[in-house]
């Protein structure tokens, strides 16, 4: 089992952005028991909930922060995830990570512990 980002990198303030979360080691049906989440680190700092998905993609929750510029999906054919950034903001600038946990629950209260599986981060830096 293995999660792991891309699609970060140098992007220019008020871009969009679209980061890609893929789970290799399983199977389709595998990949459909789990919620994918997103999460982000900034130096020095805990892990700050972004937004999850849940199993079919048919729903998702996201942090109180950023909502409005956010995008969760997932592609269960490809056993992939994606968040969508839009209007880039220099505050964006960090790693973020992908995590698949096991659990659903309503609101906006889950941490890093409600996940099993992590990825290794992509770097993420916005220019202004």
């Known amino acids: 089992v293995q999660l792991v980002e891309s699609g970060g990198g140098l992007v220019q303030a008020g871009g969009s952005l679209r980061l890609t979360c893929s789970f290799s080691?399983?199977?389709?049906?595998?990949?459909?028991?789990?919620?994918m989440g997103w999460f982000r680190q900034a130096p020095g700092k805990g892990r700050e909930f972004v937004g999850v998905?849940?199993?079919?993609?048919?729903?998702?929750l996201y942090g109180n922060s950023e909502k409005g510029r956010l995008s969760i999906s997932r592609d269960n054919e490809l056993n992939t995830a994606y968040l969508q950034i839009s209007i880039l903001k220099s505050k964006d600038t960090t790693v973020y990570y992908c995590a698949a946990g096991r659990i659903w629950k309503s609101g906006s209260t889950w941490s890093s512990g409600d996940f099993d599986s992590w990825g290794q981060g992509t770097q993420v830096t916005v220019s202004s």
């Open positions: 998905v849940d199993w079919n993609g048919g729903r998702a």
């Open positions: 080691g399983v199977s389709e049906d595998t990949f459909t028991r789990y919620t």
